[in-house]
């Protein structure tokens, strides 16, 4: 006799213990099937067939005992070496057909191949092909539920072959089916037990078990009769024309048990991650809206701060970012501020580093035109001021150096002064005003420039010529400040650094003066402004928080409603790290949708922020770092549900309802 297929020694299962009643359900089994048998298990219900099925077909391990299959012990294995096993050495049959909803008969027959790591277009043939000969050809695109019980089963049977399906385990396959669909069934399986397949019935119907070439029976979990006891050439005569077995020992001596299959799993994951969410689209899109929300509101609150920091960044950069200040400085509250005289300006101007230099005389002043009052800045400037500070005139022209020597009456104003004195006047042009009492001509208006702080608007000024402001105003020819335009903009550092020498120097080393620079007034806006994007940003973060336990919610009740389809996948020998990626990529699914979602709605409203004349500035760091956290969301908040579905055990899985 040659070495049994499967060889049971004292095979014994219990439940409980401990704190809960032990139940013995399997009590010492001795059984051997040979290849090619036709066995059939017949008892009661409670008897303890179905658990000794579970133990054959490897969905479960005895509490003791010995199992050898193929003459190697398979309590060695562990989990993912079961679940290759019942890949390739089993078919499962169930009475409850156990197909996946929401997969057609195709998708449902071709599952073992894929994790098997079939090639498509094979298992799409063999798939096709199995269908056909059961006489389903015309319904390899139908769910479940557009199939007949008989249907059903038939492709249950078809998905158990889709390996080989050396050892056929029939679990009361026709208990749900009527008498014509039932009959269909079993001269299916006489069909493959005469083809040389293994084929285990489990039954409780006698006049079933009566196909089988063998029989036994089991009660109160022993065996209490075996025909091949009194006929043990059944045994021998099965042999002939049995299918070759699976070399066990082969297989995991070669290591060849790997990844290859990752491609087609992935893709059936992503598949079957697409059906699930679009059968639940009211509860996928529930799920989604707080993914959305949380990427959109990061996405526009980041952008509006880009944008408003940008705006500001342009007002500012405008007035210069090579212009350093000059202006008198106060030791110590004691004494005076220190005083910047021409002579100082004259040093200055002839440092290699300093480009330009203007001195800037000024204050707050009362002007008038007509009846119409104004307080306004007065700076007396020369003509430099265009070329420093990078504000043109848009009508009229700049005064001259003639009118520099000359201290003439004649001023530029700015945009905001022009429009509370001189709003009703057509050409302001020639107009006079009245600048403490002292008449001035405008000869030109500045362009608007805006504010380069937050507390002063230079829109609201008038540039006059020095020797004016000096002479007619202000009645001294000090400068209130100096600005310094340097020659490189990227060394103000190292030109302030020479300025501050040479004001020492001509000082007497007394640091009565003090120096700023636009440069660093725009880093330190910048700073602020990016202090404040960032906390926009993390306040929208706690709406993808938000969205992320949704999605774990959504995926702990997604794993406990298909439950049973773990349990079918774990059949058909999907490993741990196989439901693992197929729920984690169910969770990582609803993330790119609900990113992509939330990116396409963030675009929207900034849209019509922009129409609303919103400073808003879209980055494609901000958008991609959007995207990332809500994958990265998606991936931790899945995890533990995937994780779960993973650890269940396949037959608590396939028996939950």
């Given at each position: 006799?040659?070495t049994?297929?499967?060889?049971?020694?004292?095979?014994?299962?219990?439940?409980?213990?401990?704190?809960t009643?032990?139940?013995?359900?399997?009590?010492?089994?001795?059984?051997?099937?040979?290849?090619g048998?036709?066995v059939?298990?017949?008892?009661?219900?409670?008897?303890?067939?179905?658990?000794?099925?579970?133990?054959?077909?490897c969905?479960?391990?005895?509490?003791s005992?010995?199992?050898?299959?193929?003459?190697?012990?398979?309590?060695?294995?562990g989990?993912d070496?079961?679940?290759w096993?019942?890949r390739e050495?089993?078919?499962?049959?169930?009475?409850?057909?156990?197909l996946?909803?929401?997969?057609s008969?195709q998708?449902?027959?071709?599952?073992?191949?894929?994790?098997?790591?079939?090639?498509?277009?094979?298992?799409?043939?063999r798939?096709?092909?199995?269908?056909?000969?059961?006489?389903?050809?015309?319904?390899?695109?139908n769910?479940?539920?557009?199939?007949s019980?008989?249907?059903?089963?038939?492709?249950?049977?078809?998905?158990a072959?889709?390996?080989g399906?050396?050892?056929?385990?029939?679990?009361?396959?026709?208990?749900?089916l009527?008498?014509?669909?039932?009959?269909?069934?079993?001269?299916?399986?006489?069909?493959l037990?005469?083809?040389?397949?293994?084929?285990?019935?489990?039954?409780?119907?006698?006049?079933?078990?009566a196909?089988?070439?063998?029989?036994?029976?089991?009660?109160?979990?022993?065996?209490?009769?075996?025909?091949?006891?009194?006929?043990?050439e059944?045994?021998?005569?099965?042999?002939s024309?049995?299918?070759?077995?699976v070399?066990?020992?082969q297989r995991?001596a070669?290591?060849?048990?790997h990844?290859?299959?990752?491609?087609?799993?992935l893709l059936?994951a992503?598949q079957?991650?697409?059906?699930?969410?679009?059968i639940?689209r009211?509860?996928?899109?529930?799920?989604?809206?707080?993914?959305?929300?949380?990427?959109?509101?990061?996405?526009?609150m980041?952008?509006?701060?880009?944008g408003?920091?940008?705006?500001?960044?342009?007002?500012?950069?405008?007035f210069?970012?090579?212009?350093?200040?000059?202006?008198g400085?106060?030791?110590n509250p004691?004494?005076?501020?220190g005083?910047?005289?021409l002579?100082d300006?004259?040093?200055?101007?002839?440092?290699?580093?300093?480009?330009?230099?203007?001195?800037?005389?000024?204050s707050?002043a009362?002007?008038?035109?007509g009846n119409v009052?104004?307080t306004?800045y007065?700076?007396?400037?020369?003509?430099?001021?265009p070329?420093?500070?990078?504000?043109?005139?848009?009508?009229?022209?700049?005064?001259?150096?003639?009118?520099?020597?000359?201290a003439?009456?004649?001023?530029?104003?700015?945009?905001?002064?022009?429009?509370?004195?001189?709003?009703?006047?057509?050409?302001?042009?020639?107009?006079?005003?009245?600048?403490?009492?002292?008449?001035?001509?405008?000869?030109?208006?500045?362009?608007?420039?805006?504010?380069?702080?937050?507390?002063?608007?230079?829109?609201?000024?008038?540039?006059?010529?020095?020797?004016?402001?000096s002479?007619?105003?202000?009645?001294?020819?000090?400068?209130?400040?100096?600005?310094?335009?340097?020659?490189?903009?990227r060394?103000?550092?190292?030109?302030?650094?020479?300025?501050?020498?040479l004001m020492l120097?001509?000082?007497?080393?007394?640091?009565?003066?003090?120096?700023t620079?636009?440069?660093?007034?725009?880093?330190?806006?910048?700073?602020?402004?990016?202090?404040?994007s960032?906390?926009?940003?993390?306040?929208?973060a706690?709406?993808?928080?938000?969205?992320?336990?949704?999605v774990m919610?959504?995926?702990?009740?997604?794993?406990?409603?298909?439950?049973?389809?773990?349990?079918?996948?774990m059949?058909?020998?999907?490993?741990?790290?196989?439901?693992?990626?197929?729920?984690?990529?169910?969770?990582v699914?609803?993330?790119?949708?609900?990113?992509l979602?939330?990116?396409?709605?963030?675009?929207?409203?900034?849209?019509?922020?922009?129409?609303?004349?919103?400073?808003?500035a879209?980055?494609?760091?901000?958008?991609?770092g959007a995207?990332?956290?809500?994958?990265?969301?998606?991936?931790?908040?899945?995890?533990?549900?995937?994780?779960?579905?993973?650890r269940?055990?396949?037959?608590?899985?396939?028996?939950?309802?």
């Amino acid at each position: 006799m040659q070495t049994p297929l499967i060889d049971l020694k004292g095979i014994r299962k219990s439940y409980g213990g401990g704190d809960t009643p032990q139940v013995d359900v399997l009590r010492g089994i001795d059984l051997s099937i040979h290849a090619g048998e036709f066995v059939a298990i017949v008892g009661a219900s409670g008897s303890g067939k179905s658990t000794l099925m579970n133990i054959l077909g490897c969905l479960d391990r005895p509490t003791s005992g010995e199992y050898l299959f193929a003459g190697e012990n398979v309590a060695r294995l562990g989990s993912d070496e079961l679940a290759w096993l019942r890949r390739e050495a089993f078919g499962f049959v169930f009475q409850g057909y156990h197909l996946i909803a929401s997969g057609s008969a195709q998708e449902n027959v071709e599952m073992p191949a894929i994790y098997a790591g079939t090639p498509a277009a094979e298992r799409h043939a063999r798939a096709a092909a199995l269908l056909d000969r059961l006489g389903l050809a015309s319904r390899t695109g139908n769910r479940p539920h557009q199939l007949s019980g008989g249907q059903q089963q038939r492709v249950s049977i078809a998905r158990a072959l889709m390996n080989g399906g050396h050892i056929i385990l029939a679990d009361e396959p026709t208990g749900a089916l009527d008498s014509h669909s039932g009959a269909e069934v079993m001269a299916l399986l006489d069909e493959l037990a005469s083809q040389g397949h293994v084929v285990i019935l489990i039954t409780h119907d006698r006049e079933v078990a009566a196909r089988a070439k063998r029989i036994i029976e089991i009660r109160d979990g022993e065996i209490i009769s075996d025909t091949a006891d009194d006929h043990p050439e059944v045994q021998a005569s099965a042999n002939s024309g049995a299918l070759q077995a699976v070399d066990l020992r082969q297989r995991l001596a070669d290591g060849s048990e790997h990844n290859g299959a990752w491609k087609g799993e992935l893709l059936d994951a992503v598949q079957a991650a697409w059906r699930v969410m679009w059968i639940n689209r009211f509860r996928t899109a529930l799920t989604l809206l707080g993914i959305v929300i949380g990427v959109a509101s990061v996405v526009v609150m980041l952008a509006v701060g880009e944008g408003s920091k940008r705006q500001v960044m342009a007002q500012m950069g405008a007035f210069g970012s090579n212009i350093i200040y000059l202006s008198g400085y106060m030791p110590n509250p004691r004494t005076p501020p220190g005083i910047i005289t021409l002579d100082d300006v004259a040093a200055l101007a002839a440092l290699p580093q300093v480009k330009r230099i203007m001195p800037v005389n000024g204050s707050e002043a009362g002007v008038r035109f007509g009846n119409v009052d104004h307080t306004s800045y007065v700076g007396g400037n020369d003509t430099n001021f265009p070329a420093i500070f990078n504000w043109p005139v848009v009508e009229g022209s700049y005064f001259t150096e003639a009118d520099e020597r000359g201290a003439a009456a004649v001023a530029v104003i700015g945009k905001k002064v022009r429009d509370k004195l001189l709003k009703d006047v057509a050409n302001p042009i020639g107009q006079y005003i009245l600048i403490e009492n002292v008449p001035f001509q405008v000869v030109g208006v500045l362009a608007e420039k805006g504010a380069s702080s937050g507390d002063q608007d230079s829109d609201d000024r008038i540039a006059i010529p020095y020797s004016a402001a000096s002479i007619r105003l202000f009645g001294s020819h000090n400068p209130e400040y100096v600005a310094i335009a340097t020659s490189d903009a990227r060394k103000v550092k190292e030109a302030e650094q020479a300025i501050d020498q040479l004001m020492l120097r001509m000082h007497g080393g007394k640091r009565d003066f003090e120096l700023t620079n636009n440069a660093a007034m725009i880093q330190a806006e910048a700073r602020t402004q990016n202090t404040l994007s960032l906390m926009l940003g993390a306040i929208a973060a706690i709406s993808l928080l938000v969205g992320g336990i949704g999605v774990m919610n959504i995926m702990l009740m997604t794993v406990r409603e298909r439950t049973r389809e773990i349990g079918i996948r774990m059949a058909t020998g999907a490993r741990q790290r196989d439901i693992l990626r197929q729920f984690l990529t169910e969770a990582v699914m609803l993330s790119v949708v609900g990113g992509l979602a939330g990116i396409g709605v963030a675009l929207i409203i900034g849209g019509i922020l922009i129409l609303s004349e919103v400073a808003v500035a879209f980055s494609l760091v901000a958008v991609l770092g959007a995207f990332a956290c809500a994958l990265v969301t998606g991936v931790v908040f899945g995890f533990m549900p995937a994780r779960k579905a993973a650890r269940l055990d396949p037959v608590t899985a396939l028996t939950s309802e």
